[in-house]
């Protein structure tokens, strides 16, 4: 018996190599049609499956390092076409960085995104760095969304600007699908804050990255306020969030609001309805559930549930129109998730030079939610505050590790 599974695992192996080999040999005669060269990961990855006798399911499309004058591009017309000919579908992750994409290739990639016609390639990660992405592809991107099986979009060093995210985020409209968003380095403004806000409350995103943009305070505040609004509510169903005005910075604030200045803190004082929770409850279903050996992943649930804030290097200090009580008013909507948002588990405010008094009211929440048993909230801060003001920040959070991403080639 056992020697009729190895010879049937041997069978299959057999199959597999032979289509990843077809692959590799269909991508190379596109490659030679179109007067590009081959990715030189795409055949690395194909003969690191030939070799081990599994199915290529990550597909990254990059250049060489070092390249020739004469040296033809690497182009991503080669690589979908080879996907689409030989109806490979078990692709789970498409990485393509530093490649300049055109029009009719984002509109190549969004058509075999969208779940329709009788093949299906069910791409569940999008990775597109430095690809040149405009304002167009933005939008036609965003009309696939609605119809793709993505959970997570990588866009970072695409200089698409507001509106391409406004593109973008008429395909996110009750997205139930997507749960992390990268955006970093856009040059997004604080427009894109308003545009964005809306989103995380009303979709299952859970990560969203926007390091080195300029959202500024306001385009911050805008936001965060949705997300605040709910975590007050909480608070307040909770019976646990009393009112403290003695902290300085809430003084400004309430100066400020005298005197005919509006701020999106004072219209923090509707209780929102208590909406699902994000995971349901396990035990319901774990009778149902018994006796069978695959278990399904809960589907996302559409709420402010965002888990993961990078806001690094986004111009949120004193200096902007707004000045100082630009930054108080972040800080205090920033408050309120640190507090009593228990779902927020990553927090990046680094090179912001949000200065003292607004570190002060961070440093106060994060107390504040020790108290309250919440879970541990990973946070980077900026160095350009007081020593013990900094040191304080860190002893009642947890070092947020760096994360490593793919930097943008210098041209």
Known sequence: ????KRKKQKENSFLDISILKKFLLTYEQHCDETQSSVSPTIQKGLWNCIN????????VLSSPETVPEDFPPVLFKPLVKT????RYMLGKELCIWGILLSNLDIASLAIMLELKGRTIYPFYKLEMIDCGIDVWSMERLGKALSFSNLVSIVLDYNKFGDEGVKGLVHGLEGNKKLLSLSLCYCNLGIESGSVLGPVIAHTAIQELYLNGNYLQC????????PISTYAQGLAAERDTAPETSTDFAHQILEATGSTGIYTAVSSLNVVPEK????ISDGNEDKKKRKGKNKKKRDAAVVGPWLAKL???DNGIDGRGDEGETGVLEFSQLLSYLIRYSDHLSELDLDHNCIGELPANDILEALVERKKGKLSDLEMKVTVQISLDTFTSILKNSKKLKSI??????KK
């Open 310 to 312: 990078h806001l690094a």
């Open 1 to 4: 018996m056992s020697e009729k």
């Open 275 to 278: 909406p699902q929770h994000a």
């Open 218 to 225: 306001s385009g911050a505040v805008e936001l965060i306020t």
């Open 52 to 59: 081990n006798e599994v199915a290529i399911t990550k597909f």
């Open 83 to 86: 996907i689409r000919d030989l």
């Open 404 to 409: 490593k991403t793919r930097k943008k080639k």
